[in-house]
């Protein structure tokens, strides 16, 4: 079977386990970080299992979530609603969706997303 397919099937087969596949690296020092940029392809409408497999591996109450995802037409889809789920205590600000093939020319989309998040400096 070609590379993709199994990819899509694989992928398929987890949403429908709502499957949390394991992760193979741990961030040590997860209390040391206030905002996170979560940056995701966008399966399935929402971001990959592992993903929520990330999401509900540490503590994200107070901090400040910053999704970012490639897609190839559904945009953020349920991605933000879905991080809001999973880390209720947590704020989660307003994403940006890039399409896949359009990532190379989004370098002004980037930068104005970023200056409209209005981040403090430390
Ligand atoms: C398993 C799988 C599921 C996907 N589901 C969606 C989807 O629901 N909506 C969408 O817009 N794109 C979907 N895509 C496309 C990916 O979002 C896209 O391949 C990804 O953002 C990377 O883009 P690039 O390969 O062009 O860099 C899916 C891709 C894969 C492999």
Redesign the pocket.
Known sequence: MET?KV??TE?AAEKRANARPELTAAVENMTEYDTIYLGY?????TFPMAVFTFLESYDFVGKTIIPF??????GI?NSERDIKKLCPDATVLTGLAIR??N?SRADNEITNWIKKLNLQQK
Do not use: D, I, M
């Open positions: 993709n990819l899509l992928a392809p966008n399966w399935r409408n995802c490639t897609h190839e037409g559904s889809g896949g093939s990532v």
